[in-house]
């Protein structure tokens, strides 16, 4: 029997466990065919779903519809659970070393509740070996069950975009695998039930693993090369979107562009990639590189902006700047690695008082991680004093419609708008005017 059937005859549950941006959408896709249970281990979180709130901002209301599901922290909820699919964040340390705490901890939690036959498998983002090497040596001594006799594992590695509205978890082809053909089949048949565009089997976990690590790595590598063109056009004076909106007219020309890489994805997956290459005795200089360059992109931005101000002679010893946006990417409420930070700590040391909004992200998340205190915004309120410089650092759908005239009112008259982004470009006819 396949484990879908029981599944579908509501006999038995599926477990999610990590009900973050890529959790809760797969456990509502899910709970819509199958009985589901949401496991986090924030009461906060699950109160707030639980009133179908999402703590993310990604998901409405009525997308907690017709879902048959049971949102918990009691793990004894997952003893129904014959399917664990463990959704949970990989973060990296402060010295850029993959922290597999919550991926562990997450395993420890559901092991005493695995039973034979059940099956787990794992969506958090990992370097090639680590479901094999040092999750499932977890399950085996805490439930004392046997891999593969006792129970399967597979991998199936999340491709949720944070504020992406057009390429979600239904329509976007999952990659699937497993410990053995079984498992594989069985696998991707449990996600054909929620991925109407169908699966991709890969021919083992590794695969998978590494597919999920160089997409994001792919990017985090092209996206260096961007910004370090910026830094080299910027010393010719020519702008950078010019050149990539000339280049881009060749058809094989890959449109990428420079700005600041943060997140828990693009500015964190190539460590993975690159730890695991360590410990093979392999100096992975191309992937170093590329986190190099978009790891020291905030301090770039921050520098230029203080350069631009003395040169149209303004101290900037007490001069007020405003930054525009410090989530880690436009439309989304996430501050999680935010390199806009790395701006404005980079104004600081030169004596420049910074205030900073965002019209998405939670002002209470930001002093509470930042230390820094959200102002609101000043096109609606006039803050009572103009600024020396405005740097757009997230090009959020809310900044879209500023003309100059929005920006001359809260500026001096020799004040730079810095346009990290590209979002003004060719509207500014009067103020000074930089960007990447």
């Keep these: ?62 997308d907690f519809e017709g879902c048959d599901i049971v949102f918990t922290t009691n793990p004894e909820e997952l003893s129904r659970a014959t399917v664990f699919i463990v ?27 695995i039973k034979k036959g059940d099956y787990v498998v794992y969506e958090s983002t990992v370097y090639p070996g680590a479901t094999e090497e040092d999750c499932i040596p977890v399950i085996e001594n805490i439930s004392g069950l046997k891999f593969i006799t006792d129970f399967k594992v597979g991998y199936s590695p999340e491709r949720i975009n944070p504020g992406d509205k057009v390429h979600t978890l239904v ?39 590494a597919a999920k690590i160089i997409e994001n790595t792919q990017r985090d590598v092209n996206i260096a090369l961007m910004n370090e063109l910026s830094i080299i056009f910027g010393r010719m004076g020519i702008n950078t979107y010019d050149v990539l909106e000339a280049a881009g007219t060749k058809w094989n020309f890959l449109k990428f562009y420079p700005g600041l890489v943060g997140g828990h994805c693009i500015g964190v ?40 101000m003395i040169a149209n002679q303004i101290n900037p010893v007490g001069a007020k700047v405003l930054v525009m946006g410090v989530t880690f990417k436009e439309n989304v409420s996430d501050i999680r690695n935010s390199k806009v930070f790395d701006i404005i700590r980079e104004l600081k040391d030169y004596g420049v008082s910074v205030d ?16 820094v205190q959200l102002i609101p915004s000043p096109f609606q309120k006039n803050p009572g004093y103009p600024y020396a410089a405005v740097v757009a650092a997230v090009s959020h759908n809310a900044y879209a419609g500023l003309a100059e005239s929005d920006f001359v009112k809260i500026m001096l008259p020799n004040a730079i708008l810095v346009d990290v982004k590209g979002l003004y470009r060719n509207q500014i006819r009067t103020l000074s005017y930089w960007s990447l």
């Design 87 to 113: 959704a949970v964040p990989t973060p990296i340390n402060k010295h850029n070393h993959p922290d597999l705490f919550p991926l562990i901890s997450a395993t420890e939690t559901i092991a005493p509740y």
């Design 171 to 209: 329509n976007t082809t999952k990659i699937v695998s497993g410990c053995d053909p079984e498992s594989l089949e069985n696998i991707a048949e449990l996600y054909n039930l929620v991925v109407q565009v169908g699966v991709h089997k890969a021919p083992s976990i590794k695969v998978a693993e």
């Design 269 to 308: 997956d190539p460590y993975y990639l690159a730890h695991k290459a360590k410990e093979l005795k392999y100096h992975p200089q191309m992937i170093n590189s590329g986190r190099f360059v978009n790891d020291t992109m905030g301090g770039y931005i921050g520098k230029q902006v203080v350069k631009r």
């Design 356 to 371: 900073a909004t965002d019209p998405l992200a939670s002002a209470e998340s930001v002093v509470e991680e930042y230390g």
């Design 1 to 62: 029997m396949m484990i879908t059937d029981e599944l579908l005859q509501k006999k038995t549950k599926l477990a999610v466990i990590g009900l973050g941006y890529v959790g809760l959408p797969l456990a509502l896709e899910f709970a819509k065919k199958v009985p589901v249970v949401g496991f986090d281990i924030s009461q906060k979180r699950v109160d707030l779903l639980k009133q179908r709130i999402d703590p993310s901002d990604e998901l409405d209301a009525a």
